[in-house]
């Protein structure tokens, strides 16, 4: 579990990192309560919190592979497949704690969070959806300041598109329904479940449509190989 | 015994074929210095015997064993050091060696221990704690090469690890591969730095176009080359065309070239001309000085692939 333990040391080595892993989340808890949403701002905002904070972690890896770290793990007897999983457990993990810290604290702040544990369920099963899109977008790229870029435009567009930032009845019905290929609509989809206090059933087609991202996006980021 | 075995190894990308039918053979406890201009096939060979990249045809055997037969075994006992300073930068010296240690095997006491022991031979004991990126370049390259031997690998593949270093860096880098090397590790050294092989290697093997085109002993790659003589002079009076080609008239004299007032002859294997060519330089004035150059490996590279070692950048 060498790699793993090191992935975690080394997403709390950098400064933007730990803004985004440590300083947002705060900001998620502070934000008002606002009437017309079914869950308070911060909260309602924390999905695009949680593709940057895994953006940011993700692209370690992409660094290690464009400055030839990747060539020395490749001579190692360690497989392309060992160095995934446990740099992506130790991802997952970090951005699972984020959540349930922030869902502990939302609540010890004062946010009628409606049913905390389903909420953590719900920004969890994301955080890993968010990870896979991460290991994804950076396999397609060569650097990672590029990717990195476009994903910020990519993340606001999501987010924007799958209903994140407004209601989705407020845009044209070919537009809603291009919004469910996105991981965002089910994430908000899931959202306006738990917080409307609906059946935990209704929830079990948004989480297989997550999970279903997830898978999709994993197979695609792990295609680069290690050199 | 024979550490590394490669017969007929060929790899293509696409129509080109960067090893064509190579052969090689490392002894135990050598160092191979390996030399080939850009493109020669030197990265390819290195990373195909590391197990980087798939070869198309032929044999690659390590310690006796198959290699992609026994592939996770085998790489147990490599040790890479890459071209470029590959270590993670927000991690301190020590945490790089305790990676790349872990992802050996090692553990708890006997990891403290090589890492110890490995930043104590690269000198960067003092700098344990710190950050290769407040590293000087020649301590970086000290910490590249300590993560390669951190799971003391008996071979040990160094792909050009001097380049862009201060002289003193490179001699404490030579220093380091020659106590390597007497402690029982098998060293195979790419360089663009003909000194550097001459210096360290036990065997140099010349690279060109994928294939391996002389392998031998420094004494041995010159012998196979030594069928010309060459003479330098430098004349009291700037040469005449008339005086040249009295020169290139001589029996067995090859080429003659001429920059101001020295001059350069090439003459055959056995010509012997040295006497000829002093008695016709007096009587056009006089020399002020003559040698008849000793042939080096930069001759030797030259004669074989026709380049110079540093035309232009890696292959």
């Not at chain 1, 959806?129 to 567009?157: C, D, N, P, Q, Y």
Request: glycine share 8%.
């Amino acid at each position: 579990m060498t790699i793993f333990f090191f992935a975690i040391k080394r997403c709390f080595r950098n400064v933007m990192n730990i803004i985004f892993l440590c300083v947002l989340p705060i900001l998620v808890i502070l934000m008002p309560d606002e009437e017309w949403l079914p869950l308070p701002l911060g909260f309602q905002m924390y999905g695009v919190i949680l593709l940057f904070a895994a953006g940011r972690i993700v692209s370690i890896m992409m660094d290690d592979r464009a400055k030839g770290i990747l060539t020395r793990v490749g001579i190692s007897p360690i497989t392309h497949l060992q160095y995934l999983w446990q740099n992506l457990l130790a991802y997952s993990l970090i951005l699972i704690v984020q959540v349930g810290l922030v869902i502990i604290a939302g609540s010890l702040y004062g946010h009628d969070l409606i049913h905390p544990f389903l909420l953590f369920v719900v920004y969890s099963l994301f955080a890993l959806t968010a990870i896979g899109f991460s290991l994804a977008w950076f396999s397609l790229f060569r650097h990672k300041e590029t990717a990195f870029a476009v994903l910020i435009g990519m993340v606001f567009l999501m987010a924007m598109a799958g209903g994140m930032l407004w209601p989705l009845d407020m845009m044209p019905e070919l537009m809603q329904r291009f919004a469910m290929l996105l991981p965002t609509y089910w994430l908000a989809e899931s959202i306006t479940i738990v917080a409307s206090q609906g059946d935990i059933s209704e929830l079990l087609i948004p989480f297989a449509m997550l999970l279903l991202f997830t898978i999709a996006f994993l197979i695609i980021g792990s295609k680069r190989r290690l050199a | 015994m024979t550490i590394v075995y490669m017969k007929d190894i060929v790899k293509r990308y696409g129509s080109f074929r960067a090893l064509d039918h190579v052969d090689l053979e490392i002894e135990e406890g050598t160092i191979l210095g390996l030399l080939g201009p850009n493109g020669a096939g030197k990265t390819t060979l290195i990373h195909s015997l590391a197990g980087l990249i798939k070869i198309d045809s032929g044999e690659i055997y390590l310690f006796g064993k198959k290699l992609n037969e026994n592939i996770m075994e085998l790489k147990r006992q490599i040790g890479l050091v890459t071209q470029e300073v590959t270590v993670f930068e927000d991690l301190t010296a020590r945490e790089n060696l305790e990676f790349f240690g872990g992802i050996y095997g090692l553990r708890g006491a006997e990891l403290k221990q090589r890492v110890n022991e490995t930043l104590s031979f690269v000198g960067l004991t003092d700098k344990a704690k710190s950050l290769p990126t407040k590293f000087s370049g020649g301590m970086k390259r000290r910490l590249n090469i300590a993560c390669a031997l951190v799971h003391r690998p008996k071979l040990l593949i160094m792909d050009e690890p001097t380049v862009g270093i201060d002289p003193q860096s490179r001699n404490y880098i030579l220093d380091s591969v020659r106590k390597l090397q007497q402690q029982g590790t098998t060293i195979l050294y790419t360089t663009h730095y003909m000194e550097e092989v001459q210096t360290i290697a036990s065997q140099i093997a010349i690279m060109d176009r994928g294939h391996v085109i002389a392998k031998g002993t420094l004494d041995e790659l010159i012998e196979n080359i030594q069928h010309e003589e060459r003479i330098e002079l430098e004349v009291v009076n700037e040469p005449t065309s008339e005086l040249l080609v009295e020169l290139e008239n001589l029996n067995g004299v090859k080429q003659v070239t001429q920059d101001s007032k020295n001059i350069q002859v090439v003459s055959s294997g056995g010509a012997e001309n040295v006497d000829n060519v002093l008695e016709i330089i007096k009587k056009a004035g006089g020399v002020r000085s003559v040698s008849a150059k000793k042939l080096t490996l930069e001759d030797v590279f030259l004669t074989l692939t026709g380049k110079t070692l540093r035309d232009g950048e890696e292959d």
